[in-house]
T-cell receptor
């Protein structure tokens, strides 16, 4: 079973920030939070990951709560091409397989 | 970033026939690759872990005699769906991780859509 819970769907206006929440209350100390997204009929694409600290890259920012039981993926200026299913995944850093939950279907609207 | 390719991108086959899907890491070596299956409007489900030079590890409920996995080289894993039936119609996706770099990223192939008629 997936270790994360996410809203089924969200809408966001083009150009605005998209904030995607994820709960992972059973995360253990050595587990990371990974975010991937899947555009329709394509393979998933890595976005970002983190352990304890907030992280930022060219695609997004990841905010992890101090107790690590939840996190938020932020797309600062959503575009129509960001419409996708976003998966929050908890896993180790040993290269093991990823367990996908239901994800959040983000719809960016003009 | 590293690239994983799959071939074919889509295939239609008749019930009872076998279909082979290839997964290649194009610019890195992958001792381990993963095979996922995704039904319409559902999430990805891990089928098996493919290990170079050894037997694959299958997830519970996945028939190893039906879904044959071969990982004969560090850049190629194949998934053969034997005696395919319409219920095997799905989107099959592979992934791999480049262990030669300090990266936590898994690279996914573009997927193969299998339709069994």
């Amino acid at each position: 079973d997936a270790k994360t819970t996410q809203p089924t769907s969200m809408d966001c206006a083009e150009g605005r920030a998209a904030n995607l929440p994820c709960n992972h209350s059973t995360i253990s100390g050595n587990e990371y939070v990974y975010w991937y997204r899947q555009i329709h009929s394509q393979g998933p694409q890595y976005i970002i990951h983190g352990l304890k600290n907030n992280e930022t890259n060219e695609m997004a920012s990841l905010i992890i709560t101090e107790d690590r039981k939840s996190s938020t993926l932020i797309l600062p200026h959503a575009t129509l091409r960001d419409t996708a299913v976003y998966y929050c995944i908890v896993g180790d850093n040993a290269g093991n397989m990823l367990t996908f939950g239901g994800g959040t279907r983000l719809m960016v609207k003009p | 970033g590293a690239v994983v390719s799959q071939h074919p991108s889509w295939v239609i086959c008749k019930s009872g026939t076998s279909v082979k899907i290839e997964c290649r890491s194009l610019d890195f070596q992958a001792t381990t690759m993963f095979w996922y299956r995704q039904f319409p409007k559902q999430s990805l489900m891990l089928m098996a872990t493919s290990n170079e030079g050894s037997k694959a590890t299958y997830e519970q409920g996945v028939e190893k005699d039906k879904f044959l996995i071969n990982h004969a080289s560090l850049t190629l894993s194949t998934l053969t769906v034997t005696s395919a039936h319409p219920e095997d119609s799905s989107f099959y996706i592979c992934s791999a991780r480049d262990l030669s770099v300090n990266s936590y990223e898994q690279y996914f192939g573009p997927g193969t859509r299998l339709t069994v008629t």
